[in-house]
């Protein structure tokens, strides 16, 4: 196993091929996208994580990984395109269909295929080992496939990518072994093999509970803002229980996994997964009533201008995807409220503003949606002079919330009530 296809060069893909490819293996790294090409080519990146510069661009010179808009023969075929969801909620497997089917000119005996994308239970079963037998293979004979999902937290993907437990879920037996071998290559975590239904399932499932705790945080802080209590100190002392650990509230669930997968569950077993389908529908609703606080904070004033800070969908990441900054501007703009967005990360997008100061200058309020720790730097008193009105609303809990108020704002934090 020397010679390593990996399909989708994104939040996934790339690390995972630059990765391989300082391990020692020869990488082909396919995009349809000629910029991505080009770019990882050049032994640069198209997104924002930690470490990932370095460890391209030492793969790209010692040639071992190369870019490439099609497939070639190789001896594993790695797929880690994106799976996104449609309109009406349901897994779009195009990309993934659209990968596999690349690849079958070049299939050989002996080849393994492992699917990374996270994916609906049952899709190694019934989408892909039936477009391959129909090409003539014999999924444990000839042809090798297994589920592996990742697992990575964006943000810190090149370390959980070495040092995370792994789970294998292989079509047979035999599909499960030949991915072990090669995970074995790279991976310090422990390696456990199971069926590729329960891998697929395990890892929606990860972040289905991650989804569901979100949205009792979330629910919890709707709760105490209307006891007039305050949510961060309840989850304080809820949490020195030695089996309780409540989670972080906060203006909804974005990115790309966490707010999509437990979608795949519902699509699944619709009858079933009544907790899960509420749990995504109250921490969609996050958005809608960050608006309706800021327009409530904002209320009576003259065009009110609202500063936005942070629009990735958590902080230190540049990733916009799905986030619930993003739906909160849209909808304080339909509104009819001034927005000015402010995130060091991100580039481009509604409302966005180069500047901190651009975005402070005259604001009637300043709502804090992303955790990124360049806004804890902030000095609330050159925020307030910049500012037309003194006015703070924090749904991370994560600035001074004394040293705003010392400046002069009136602050409110998300799940608490307004003072
Ligand atoms: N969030 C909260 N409260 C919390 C924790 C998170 O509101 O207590 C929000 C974040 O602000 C963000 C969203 O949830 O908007 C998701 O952030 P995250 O850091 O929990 O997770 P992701 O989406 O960046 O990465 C997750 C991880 N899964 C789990 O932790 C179970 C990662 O390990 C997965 O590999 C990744 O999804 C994925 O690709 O599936």
Redesign the pocket.
């Known amino acids: 196993m020397q010679k390593i296809c990996v399909l989708g060069l994104g939040y996934?893909g790339l690390p995972t091929a630059s990765v391989l490819a300082t391990n020692g293996f020869e990488v082909l790294g396919v995009d349809v996208s000629d910029f991505i090409v080009q770019t990882v080519g050049g032994g640069g990146i198209h997104i924002e994580e930690p470490g990932l510069q370095t460890v391209v661009r030492a793969a790209v010179q010692s040639g071992n990984l190369r870019a490439v808009r099609e497939p070639a023969p190789a001896d594993v075929f790695i797929i880690a395109v994106p799976t996104p969801l449609t309109a009406d909620q349901r897994a779009d497997m195009r990309f993934v269909k659209a990968a596999a089917e690349s690849i079958v000119p070049h299939l050989r005996r002996d080849n393994l295929v492992i699917l990374e994308s996270?994916s609906p239970p049952g899709t190694c079963a019934n989408l892909l080992k039936p477009l391959f037998e129909s090409a003539g293979w014999t999924i444990g004979a000839d042809l090798f496939l297994a589920h592996c999902p990742?697992?990575?937290?964006?943000?810190k993907i090149l370390r959980?990518l070495i040092e995370n437990d792994r789970i294998i879920g292989g079509h047979t037996p035999a599909c499960a072994e030949r991915a072990r071998e090669l995970y074995a290559a790279f991976a310090a975590g422990t390696i456990f093999l199971t069926t590729d239904t329960t891998a697929e399932t395990v890892?929606l499932m990860?972040?289905t509970?991650?989804d569901v705790?979100?949205a009792l945080?979330?629910e919890a802080a709707l709760l105490c803002e209307q006891l007039g209590i305050d949510y961060w100190e309840v989850a304080r002392f809820a949490n020195r229980h030695p089996r309780v650990q409540l989670?972080?509230?906060?203006p909804?669930?974005?990115?790309?996994?966490?707010?999509v997968?437990p979608w795949f569950l519902v699509e699944k077993c619709p009858e079933e997964a009544k907790l899960i389908r509420m749990a995504r529908e109250r921490n969609d609703s996050m958005p809608k009533h960050v608006v309706s606080v800021l327009r409530e904070m904002t209320e009576g004033l003259e065009k009110p201008k609202v500063t936005i800070l942070g629009l990735a969908?958590?902080?230190n990441?540049d990733d916009v995807r799905e986030?619930?900054a993003v739906h909160v501007v849209h909808g304080l703009m339909e509104a009819g409220l001034t927005v000015c967005a402010y995130d060091p990360h991100v580039s481009e997008g509604s409302a966005w503003t180069a500047s901190l100061e651009d975005a402070l200058r005259d604001s009637d309020c300043v709502a804090l949606l992303t955790d990124h720790s360049e806004y804890l730097a902030i000095d609330p008193a050159v925020a307030g002079q910049l500012m037309r009105g003194r006015r703070l609303f924090d749904t991370r809990n994560a600035l001074n919330a004394e040293a705003w108020r010392a400046a002069g704002f009136h602050v409110r934090r998300l799940g608490a009530a307004s003072a």
């Open positions: 996934i996270t990742e697992r990575v937290l964006p943000g959980e890892k990860e972040n509970f991650r705790n979100i945080a979330n989670h972080t509230a906060g909804g669930v974005g990115g790309h996994c966490i707010s997968d969908y958590k902080g990441v986030s619930p």
